[in-house]
């Protein structure tokens, strides 16, 4: 399942009800699952919002996609991928995605794999806005490039 | 013909809009649709191109109804 | 934090209250965890229950020093190392393992790490009840070995 | 001198018991002491060795009062 979400999300509350209504208990062994949280401070500053834009439209295929080849590549049996959009609060959860299957070599390199693709494709932009408190400052930024993962 | 042209992030605010409509006639690749659009615009960084909301590369070609989009490097996750 | 219970656990609250608890809200940006469960088939066998034995002492220990390796090689924030022992039914989780850290190679590559060497030295064996259920066959095995998972 | 030995998983079965305290006199190596106790039993699986609750070699000496365990390759998580 693939969301994208104005609305802040608990990671583990989704994670509990989607294995629970995916209702493949006894077939998976092995989740592995990652979440991006968003931090209080970037590149040594303080960062007290941010925006996130997306390419509705574009960014659900590309996301379809990536989880396709995650599918073509590994034995996996479910994917849940979420990521917020519009405006965000330090802490809020920006991305999840998780991977069930049989054994874990697939949950782990498949679940990389998705994160890794969609940190350095798939169309979502993040503004970040600077200083401690939003009052403070009300300097933004558009952050530059994602870092690596690998 | 004519297609719909999009600007994402700090692109959008650079055009000053989000989305627009674009006659081009003799603009047949997304290379020549950028030139055209980014002419008399300071743009300093990286651009993606995609047509139909697939990436694509500057010598992609356009027709007649398709949605070209203009944006920096990803920055999610 | 490392526990190593005889009780069934759910992992999804286990992570939220660790998270909560661990108070880093802020500093990271990143979090990868693993769980394992147990499936109800094994080598074309029906598994209708098992028992977890660990050499109490010598697993701690040993859990110990898979983290302190782990958060010398990367940085990280919190690891939480969860491990079931004793009498577990099909669909219960076994083993979590989860890293947070300020950026995601490191929760990636250590929570990995963590696991692989978990499975392949920590001292926990597997004893597998066979059959679809526990009445009809009674007949059990020692699990032999572990497969890889690099 | 005297030290304790504990078998783990299908060795306690295989052994009949988990524990046990034995004279080590002459035996100052993990391998002598394992030669000592195998003795008898058929034990066609690879087993593994730890001193004082660290994973030992069969050439790791053993002392008055330690801790050795033999058990089978481990299967957890």
Partial sequence: MIKITGNAFDP??????FQCEMNRDGEFGACA????????????????????????GMTEKHLAKIVDEAKAKWD?????????????????PIVLVAVWSAHRKDAFEASRFIMEDLKSKA????????????????????????TGGY | MSIKVLYF???KEV????????????????????????????ISQQVLFSVNQEYAEASS?????????????VTGG
């Fill in chain 1, 12 to 17: 583990w509350k989704e994670l509990a009800t």
């Fill in chain 1, 33 to 56: 699952n990652f979440i991006g949280t968003m931090r209080d401070i970037n590149e040594g500053d303080s960062v007290n919002g941010m925006f996130l834009e997306h390419y509705p």
């Fill in chain 1, 76 to 92: 996996v049996l479910e994917t849940l991928v979420i990521h917020r959009v519009g405006k965000l609060l330090p802490h809020d």
């Fill in chain 1, 123 to 146: 169309p979502f932009w993040k503004k970040e806005s600077i200083g401690a408190t939003e009052k403070q400052a009300g300097k933004t930024r558009w952050v530059a490039k994602n």
């Fill in chain 2, 9 to 11: 992030a700090s692109l």
């Fill in chain 2, 15 to 42: 055009f000053g809009h989000g989305e627009e409509r674009l006659k081009t006639d003799g603009l047949n690749t997304v290379g020549k649709v950028w030139r055209q659009v980014s002419k008399g615009h300071d």
């Fill in chain 2, 61 to 73: 070609l356009v027709k007649d109804g398709d949605e070209v989009a203009f944006f920096p490097p």
